[in-house]
């Protein structure tokens, strides 16, 4: 069983930063990869962006192209998200996410929410205008 905890989300004005953190209690943090996922009141749950195991892939949603940042410890069981220039939308709960079944075949196979095995209890991030 993989548990997983996000922390740093909070309040913060548009233009502002936040970094996101996520903490695995897992052995072999290192065999999976990782995504980050957010869901705004009254909307689906979106792909926000997701890493391999070894870092040498990751993949974000258009919408955060240019502004987030996502990276990973494995000497620390722990998956970050960098969030600048933030905006009014990018209001919503952030989910911590792991998957034993990426195949590493495609960058694209990390915003399918199927392959994923594991989720956190998420984390709020408000942005005001």
């Known amino acids: 069983q993989v548990r997983l905890v996000e922390s740093g989300g909070g309040w913060v004005q548009a233009g502002g930063s936040l970094r996101l953190s996520c903490a695995a209690s897992?052995?072999?943090?290192?065999?999976?990869?990782m995504g980050w996922f957010r869901q705004a009141p009254g909307k689906e749950r979106e792909f926000v962006a997701g890493?391999?195991?070894?870092?040498?892939?990751?993949h974000y949603a258009d919408s955060v192209i240019g502004r987030f940042t996502i990276s990973r410890d494995n000497a620390k069981n722990k998956v970050y998200l960098q969030m600048n220039s933030l905006k009014p939308e990018d209001t919503a709960v952030y989910y911590c996410?792991?998957?034993?079944?990426?195949?590493?075949?495609?960058?694209?196979?990390?915003?399918?929410?199927?392959?994923?095995?594991?989720w956190g209890q998420g984390t709020q991030v408000t942005v005001s205008s």
């Open positions: 890493i391999s195991a070894t870092s040498a892939r990751t």
């Open positions: 897992v052995r072999t943090f290192s065999s999976y990869a």
């Open positions: 996410t792991a998957s034993t079944r990426y195949s590493g075949s495609s960058v694209y196979d990390l915003r399918n929410r199927s392959i994923y095995d594991y």
